[in-house]
């Protein structure tokens, strides 16, 4: 209040504490501040997505981006060096992912068509991959059913499990096992990188083509040194007991006979000898002609008339007149074995068909006779050198062993193939086809 003398008068009482008037502001504050937050937030964002919009647009694993001039222009030029590299780095991906996808499918084409069988084990002995060729060998239907699994599953055999065990220590080994009569070379490789085993590579080889050659060395050396050894024996017991004197004077001629017939089958057994192993080095040339094969079986036949008649076999010729492109020499030699076989196995009062057609674009040869027959469980070996049915008898007939195997090899070598039926005491008949050699006709 103004006193008279006109000083102030003022009079005061506490109403509230600081503390109570802070609080009553609270909520105007938090308003406020709520308000100011969302004006913040709502502001930030819409910066935020202009900002950020041109990058987001880009798609950076699309090649080229730099090449975009649209693109260039919206976007800031401090980010431009960024997504330069960004681009050179797609790129060089893009690059290195192809030749790795080449090389992946060139090394998966060359495993899928080996004929050799490999299977790929990890350091435990599972398997981690195999080739068709192995589930072909093993007989097995799906490459799952093996993945990841024991190599117990491929093959289960104590010899093979050992050289597995041996190799993923470290050991480089090989072995050989027969399945299904086929053989098989089996190589065990380790995989090992920094003094650290892997695992292992395991190679199946089919080794059936050199067995058998093998094999076949090995039949062929003893028989053709027990072939070799009869006319040598006979020939050097004939000539030292002339030499020495034991031989009568009226038995020498006949000596000298026998002589001359061992030197005869000996120089017969080399020369086919000769021409089987210019076949196996495939050292015979083709020298093919045209000629006609019916006036060829005619001369084999006339030359074997009288061979024939002494075993009181007749020979008929059917057919008629055919023209081939082949090797005279050789088809001459083709049937001269098919021919005499089939008078020297034949019966008395006995006969041999020669026929001679065109079938399916071949020549087929046909030999028939009514001779002795083939029993079944030879007849599969007929063709194989210095096979014999019954060796006294061929011997008596002066047979070499080889006729049959240089058949097939003529026919071979003329892009054929031969076929044998016979039944044992009713006769055999077999049948050559060749290539008549001629050229395609222009349409």
């Known amino acids: 209040m103004r006193l008279q003398d006109g000083n ?43 900002i950020v919009k041109p990058l987001t647009e880009v798609d950076f694993e699309t090649e080229g981006i730099i090449a ?45 068509n080996m004929r050799e069988g490999l299977v790929i084990l990890d350091e435990k002995g599972l398997v981690m991959a195999a080739n068709k060729s192995v589930l072909d060998i093993f007989e097995i239907s799906n490459e799952q059913d093996i993945v990841q699994k024991n190599i117990l599953h491929i093959y ?29 070379n089996v190589l065990l490789n380790p995989v090992i990188n920094d003094d650290i085993n892997c695992g292992a590579i395991i190679f199946f080889l089919d080794a059936t083509a050199q067995f058998k050659a093998e094999t076949q060395r090995k039949e062929f050396t003893a028989n053709i040194s027990h072939e070799l050894r009869t006319p040598l024996t006979t020939i050097s017991a004939l000539s030292e007991m002339i030499a020495s004197g034991m031989v009568k004077a009226n038995d020498v001629t006949s000596s000298a006979d026998k002589i001359y017939g061992q030197t005869k089958r000996l120089i017969n057994i ?6 089987l192993s210019e076949f196996d080095e495939n050292k ?11 006036d060829l079986a005619k001369s084999v036949i006339d030359a074997l008339q009288e061979k024939a008649a002494e075993r009181l076999v007749t020979i008929e010729l059917t057919g008629k007149p055919l023209q081939v492109k082949a090797n ?57 050198r210095f096979y014999r049915i019954d060796s006294s008898r061929s011997k008596k007939t002066g047979g070499t062993g080889l006729g049959l195997s240089i058949v097939k090899h003529i026919t071979d070598h003329h892009n054929g193939k031969v076929h044998l039926e016979s039944v044992e005491g009713k006769g055999t008949t077999i049948v050559c086809y060749i290539d008549l050699g001629r050229a395609p006709i222009s349409p």
């Open 270 to 275: 080399i020369d086919d000898i000769i021409r």
């Open 284 to 294: 015979k040339d083709k020298n093919f002609t045209t000629f006609d094969i019916y």
């Open 68 to 112: 975009d001039h649209s693109f260039s222009e919206k976007l800031y030029e401090e980010l431009w060096p960024y997504v330069k590299k960004i681009d050179h780095q797609n790129q060089k991906i893009t690059s290195q992912m192809m030749i790795l996808r080449n090389r992946a499918e060139t090394i998966e084409a060359i495993i899928a």
């Open 328 to 384: 005279s020499r050789l088809i001459d030699e083709l049937m001269l074995n098919l021919i005499d076989n089939a008078v020297k196995y034949n019966k008395e009062y006995g006969s041999v068909t020669v026929d001679l057609c065109e079938e399916d674009g071949l020549c087929k040869i046909t030999v028939a006779d009514t001779g002795i027959g083939i029993s079944k469980e030879h007849q599969n070996r007929v063709f194989e």
């Open 156 to 184: 289960r055999n104590p010899d093979f499990m050992q050289c597995v065990n041996q190799c993923l220590g470290g050991a480089h080994l090989e072995l050989n096992f027969t399945r299904n009569n086929r053989a098989y």
């Open 8 to 50: 102030v008068l003022r009079l005061s009482r506490t109403l509230h504490s600081l503390g109570a008037v802070f609080i009553s502001t609270l909520p105007s504050l938090f308003a406020t501040a709520s308000v100011i937050l969302a004006l913040a937030y709502f502001t930030a964002h819409r910066l935020t997505q202009k």
